[in-house]
């Protein structure tokens, strides 16, 4: 069974970082795009970043020069460095990919972590 598991949150003070990372686990394939998504309390999902195979990167307008996503292909695991938090970037921060499973014949399915809780606060 795939799933994804996220780690790194915690709560930090504005102007600090924090790293998240994120593991895909189980029979894969091969996995296409992995991020990151977040959602605040009364706020829908919204994109953060993603990290497409070919190693294209997108980003949110309101992370861009601060985040960074990086991707371990050979672990299969993506990263989100945040640098310059602000309290505003307070959510829950859920990971997501585009894995096919290995031994099945659908291609692609949609995978999301149970989300890592950051806090950004004085």
């Known amino acids: 069974q795939v799933q994804l598991v996220e780690s790194g949150g915690g709560l930090v003070q504005p102007g600090g970082s924090l790293r998240l990372s994120c593991a895909a686990s189980?029979?894969?394939?091969?996995?296409?795009?992995m991020g990151w998504y977040r959602q605040a309390p009364g706020k829908e999902r919204e994109m953060v970043a993603t990290?497409?195979?070919?190693?294209?990167?997108n980003y949110a307008d309101s992370v861009k020069g601060r985040f960074t996503v990086a991707r371990d292909g050979a672990a299969n695991t993506v990263f989100l460095q945040m640098n310059s938090l602000k309290p505003e970037d307070t959510a829950i921060y859920y990971c997501?990919?585009?894995?096919?499973?290995?031994?099945?014949?659908?291609?692609?399915?949609?995978?999301w972590g149970p989300g890592t809780q950051v806090t950004v606060s004085s």
């Open positions: 997501n990919a585009d894995i096919w499973a290995a031994g099945t014949s659908s291609r692609y399915n949609n995978y």
């Open positions: 990290f497409t195979r070919s190693g294209t990167t």
């Open positions: 189980g029979s894969i394939y091969t996995i296409n795009t």
